[in-house]
């Protein structure tokens, strides 16, 4: 399958070529191509399509590097969905857009559609192309759009796909969630199980954790696979300012755990682990120190970069400092640790902050993992040379907004937000709780919202 040019990462290209090696399981639809009656028009009124059914599967897969000289584990998920198109609106179904970023990809497309007398088109592979994402904020060398639109698809068909993911790095997998924008008459979530692998995983609803095992599945020469299944889903029409949707429908998490299969010496157990993980990227990034007070700093590191306003640790694969200054787009992460160098060299503590709220997954405070974190920010401990040169008289829109703050308090700096003061932080960020990491410790911090005088306009 051919692929419209996008320059690719060494190492991501070196895990994709040894993943075509070291796979060789057969990736093709069923033979069948009967489209049933139901559900029709009547069944869904106010609907245009419905899901008959998707199942994803997870795979956390040992691969060999040759560029590397070495192994290395990904995570494989492979995605199949049957749509029926219920109303000339439904046709919309047939044009699919998966994101890629830094560490994940799509390394295997097919789809096709199946028209309601039993004939059949197929997506030819030339139909596949790669794009850059529509809003230019989102843009990078390493965040592109994969678009395709499935031939033949009628009223009263099925259009069908089959994906197969690639994370490159196995510790950033999302949770697997049962619902979307589409009515979903069945979904199934299989956890393929490898005894020298090992896999943690929740199982929940909304913002519970449901105390429901699943079932088991044993195939010849394929080992078990895990299988959680829900059915009859409503869908979920996406709203300005909603909780991510997990928080409002049924969701399967993972998290690698431990490979004794020695293809990594990473363990996550607690998290001081997720902390470890991070902070090891961040290292990666360490720009130069910064010169003057601590604001100034701030925003002289504000103006040479460049944000990718992307929510997640795994956007980007760490850049080059350089890089980044001369306006290679910095993730939130990239941007946090360029600003902990540079308060490198003044009296202020800094410490890394992964922020984890209701735009993304709900954190489980015995399950460690990072798909909680939408973005990372600095955690900052304010010290009296700070306060000292701020300027607190005057009226609310003249005082500085660090006014109301005491030494010792604890505020967040987003230096990949470009009209952020120091101190405050993008109002969607505010009101959940923070990981503060650095090498001497990891711990939980309250993010309380802010009081309205600091968002004066």
């Given amino acids: 399958m051919k692929f419209a040019a996008c320059k690719t990462p060494p190492r991501l290209l070196g895990l994709l070529l040894a993943c075509a090696l070291c796979a060789c399981s057969t990736f093709v639809f069923d033979r069948s191509t009967f489209v049933p009656k139901s559900p029709e028009v009547s069944d869904y009124p106010d609907t245009a399509a419905v899901v008959l059914e998707e199942v994803d599967t997870l795979e956390y897969r040992p691969v060999q590097v040759a560029s590397e000289g070495r192994g290395g584990l990904v995570a494989s998920l492979d995605q199949h969905r049957r749509v029926k198109i219920l109303q000339p609106a439904g046709l919309a179904a047939a044009s699919v857009e998966l994101p ?44 592109k759009v994969l678009q395709f639109v499935i031939p033949g698809a009628v009223v009263g068909g099925i259009v069908e796909t089959r994906v197969e993911r690639l994370f490159v790095n196995p510790f950033l997998v999302p949770p697997f969630v049962f619902a979307g924008d589409l009515p979903v008459l069945r979904s199934e979530f299989g956890l393929k199980v490898d005894d020298r692998i090992k896999v943690d995983f929740r199982y929940g609803q909304g913002e519970k954790v449901l105390d429901k095992a699943p079932s088991r599945r044993d195939a010849d020469g394929e080992g078990s696979t895990l299988v959680f299944i829900e059915t009859d889903l409503p869908p979920l029409f996406a709203e300005p300012n909603m909780p991510e949707r997990s928080r409002l429908s049924p969701w399967v998490a993972t998290m690698l755990r431990e490979d004794r299969s020695g293809h990594t010496d990473r363990r996550v ?108 920010v600095v955690g900052l401990r304010l010290d009296e040379g700070m306060l000292m040169r701020q300027s607190c008289s005057g009226d609310l829109l003249s005082q500085s907004a660090l006014c109301g703050y005491k030494v010792g308090d604890l ?31 990891v711990a939980w911090q309250p993010m309380p919202l802010d009081p309205p005088n600091r968002h004066l306009v």
């Fill in 411 to 441: 505020l967040f700096a987003d230096p990949s937000c470009r009209t952020c003061a120091l101190g405050i932080l993008p109002a969607r960020l505010a009101g959940g709780r923070a990981l503060l990491v650095s090498p001497q410790q």
């Fill in 269 to 376: 157990e607690n998290w001081a682990d997720v902390g470890s993980l991070v902070w090891e990227q961040i290292k990666q990034v360490r720009g130069p120190a910064g010169r003057g007070t601590l604001t100034q700093r701030y925003h002289a590191l504000q103006k040479v970069l460049q944000p990718l306003d992307l929510d997640g640790l795994g956007v980007r694969m760490p850049q080059e400092p350089l890089d980044l200054i001369a306006g290679s787009p910095a993730c939130s992460r990239d941007a946090a640790a360029m600003f902990l160098a540079a308060v490198q060299g003044s009296s202020t503590k800094a410490s890394l902050a992964l922020v984890a709220n209701d735009a993304a997954p709900i954190a489980l405070n015995d399950f460690p993992a990072l798909y909680p974190f939408t973005r990372a």
């Fill in 100 to 143: 890629i970023d830094g560490t994940s990809t799509i390394r295997r497309v097919i789809a096709r559609s199946i028209a309601p007398d039993g004939s059949v088109r197929t997506l030819p592979s030339w139909g596949i192309k790669t794009v850059a994402h529509a809003d230019p904020a989102h843009r990078s060398p390493d965040t």
